[in-house]
T-cell receptor
Framework: AQKVTQAQTEISVVEKEDVTLDCVYE???????LFWYKQPPSGELVFLIR??????QNEISGRYSWNFQKSTSSFNFTITASQVVDSAVYFC????????????FGTGTRLQVTL | DAGVIQSPRHEVTEMGQEVTLRCKPI?????LFWYRQTMMRGLELLIY????????DSGMPEDRFSAKMPNASFSTLKIQPSEPRDSAVYFC?????????????FGPGTRLTVT
């Protein structure tokens, strides 16, 4: 069975601050995918990134960056120069390869960015 | 391209009534998933289909829940009879097959309230 832990329930930052959302996972599978999703106040779930367990390269997309460390089973997400529009609940998730089904989600981290 | 479409967006019904939630996946996607989100349990996979065939319904809470996918562009999730504890946000998601089977794109959700 898989488990995804997002220990930070809620984070509040002031606009322009950098913020890192933590994600730690457990799986017995040797190959898997990791994801981050964003759920803004409007409620939809927005796909942000997929990372294959083979690929430990960090990724940057604009103000977003992801740090995948297999040795510590972590897949952390950093927002640089946060903006009010970043306010949302962010979910980390995991799926073993070979099963396009059971996406295991963490409990989410609520990020509040204020002026 | 249109994303995953769900209807209705909000549903309020009385206990004992039948509820039908609808989903149109992204055109060309082979997989369709139904999730439920509650404060207590987070995001849970209820059932998923591959090429219109139900593959895993182990997440369906009980016999009151049923899901169908009569064709590649339409799926329903039915609750009969509904109960207050069914109140939740129900998400439909779809994904491509093959190596892209792991990127699930979510619809806006249906917020169900059973009184």
């Amino acid at each position: 069975a898989q488990k995804v832990t997002q220990a930070q329930t809620e984070i509040s930052v002031v606009e322009k601050e950098d913020v890192t959302l933590d994600c730690v996972y457990e799986t017995r599978d040797t190959t898997y995918y990791l994801f981050w999703y964003k759920q803004p106040p409007s409620g939809e779930l927005v796909f942000l990134i997929r990372r294959n367990s083979f690929d430990e390269q960090n990724e940057i997309s604009g103000r977003y960056s992801w740090n995948f460390q297999k040795s510590t089973s972590s897949f952390n997400f950093t927002i640089t120069a946060s903006q009010v529009v970043d306010s949302a609940v962010y979910f980390c998730a995991l799926i073993p390869t070979g099963t396009a089904s059971k996406l295991t989600f963490g409990t989410g981290t609520r990020l509040q960015v204020t002026l | 391209d249109a994303g995953v479409i769900q209807s209705p967006r909000h549903e309020v019904t009385e206990m004992g009534q039948e509820v039908t939630l609808r989903c149109k996946p992204i055109s060309g996607h082979d997989y369709l998933f139904w999730y439920r989100q509650t404060m207590m349990r987070g995001l849970e996979l209820l059932i998923y289909f591959n090429n219109n065939v139900p593959i895993d319904d182990s997440g369906m809470p009980e016999d009151r829940f049923s899901a169908k996918m009569p064709n590649a562009s339409f799926s329903t999730l039915k609750i009969q009879p509904s109960e207050p504890r069914d109140s939740a946000v129900y998400f439909c998601a779809s994904s491509l097959g093959g190596g892209r089977a792991y990127e699930q794109y979510f619809g806006p959700g249906t917020r169900l309230t059973v009184t």
